[in-house]
């Protein structure tokens, strides 16, 4: 079995200092987070980003910041950045107008889905225009799919060549509106994977532990941060170190032995 990529989602768009006050909002609270969490054995950073109001946004110039103090302290880990639908305008120039700076991965969802209170839109143009941005800056999508249509739509535009293989994906689950975090559920979306690709997967809120403990013994991969789970499972607050302590310590449990950020990259086959 592959060693274990572990993705730390630092941020995301629902975290506030008053759901959590060890959610990162700042340039310097993220680079810490990430910094720590690179320590602890994650190998992928998956970044998003907060404005002067601390509300989601896509600004390039707080996405290079961030990673400007990443490789300025020299952390070595695969920086993955969000294209995701919460933090703006709708539209390719605005939710792609960081992929020109220099990394390796950036999420790609490969559908519409429902969200608590608001719709997550991705038409067919927007993930053709944000796929062939990616690649043209030789960046790696990550298929975020929030139900089993997004897989298969993945592998439509992988037949359509708008995607190239091996895919890899992140198997979004128990996000209210989208498919529940079950293991019956995970089982589904594991078969229905194009063959040859790599998987990580992210349980929302309570389902977590099972998921990621799912996804360990199946070979899989796994995402965890404050932008999946606020809480720990005795209810008290979080934070992105333990996260990351509690996925290490399940897949010490398990035998199953942690990637390092260049073995990570190997087997995601990144340059």
Known sequence: ME??????????????????????LTTQEIVEDIKKC????????????RDENLKPTSDRNLFKGVIDRLDEEKIDIIKQLSTGARGGENTVDWRGQMLDLNVEMASLATGSSNFASSVNANSPQLIRALAKKMYDNNIKPEIEAFDVAMIHNAV???????LKGPLHFNLVMNVPGSIPGTPKNLM??????PPGSTWSVCGIGYSQVQIITMSILLGGHVRTGLEDVLKMTDGSLATNELLVKRVVRIANELGREIATTDEARKILGLA
């Open 3 to 24: 060693k274990l990529i572990i993705t730390i989602a630092p941020t995301g768009n629902v975290p506030t200092k008053e759901l959590n006050p060890h959610s990162p």
């Open 38 to 49: 690179q320590k602890l054995g994650a190998s992928i950073a998956h970044i998003h980003v």
């Open 156 to 162: 439509k535009f992988l037949k359509k060549g708008i």
């Open 188 to 193: 589904f979306m594991v078969d229905s994977l």
